[in-house]
């Protein structure tokens, strides 16, 4: 779990680096980050949501996803738990919800962080999570530039997700068929089309929702698959 570790620690000293400078930016250069980290989100969710090879089962997952997302509350829960973590650490940035999921969406739905993980799972290598460890470093800077501290949080998010997915390939011990990394990478770049319309404020998207919609991309290729 080299490169998840390392992933981690370059998001905690990127968003350390953010968080330093929102203190001494002027508001009108955080207003223009913000901005550029949204700007970014929609180009990197098109990106990977433009390699989907079953377009009507990444839109039932969707549906189902957001309906399920929507039953369960979890944008009213993420919200709730961001409040607690808030709370617990006597934190004042109002935006630390905001921050922490931001970063977990933004640092854990590309199709690099699967497969990273997948990777280092069978013992292969590290060199792509090291890769997107860089790339995390700036993204995490700038994006705790704009929405403070939660986005420092949200490298344990990097750590569980990533990790565990590493650790669930460590244990399944078998090749994961690649048809389930496309279609799971479209959904997820769709998911961060929806924090990117948030984050240039443009219309508030509740993408928390939309995270049942992995798994049933999932079952549903799997299906398809084997059936």
Known sequence: MIGTLVNTGTVILGSTIGCLLKKSLPEKYKHIFFQVIGLFTIILGVKMAVGMQSPLLVVFSLILGGITGEWLDLDGKSQSVGEKLKSRFKLKNEKFTEGFMSGFL??????????????????????????????????????????????????????????????????????????????????????????GITLLQLKQVKVVNLLPSLLFICIFVWIKLHF
């Open 106 to 195: 933004l640092f854990c739905m590309g199709s690099m962080s699967v497969l990273g993980a997948i990777e280092e799972g069978f013992g292969k290598t590290s060199d792509l999570l090291l890769t997107k460890a860089v790339m995390d470093a700036f993204s995490s800077m700038m994006l705790a530039s704009a929405l403070g501290i939660g986005v420092l949080f949200s490298a344990l998010s990097v750590l569980v997700f990533q990790g565990g997915i590493t650790l669930l390939v460590l244990l399944v011990g078998k090749d994961i068929p690649p048809q389930i990394i496309v279609e799971l990478t479209s959904v997820g770049g769709i998911i961060l089309l929806g924090l």
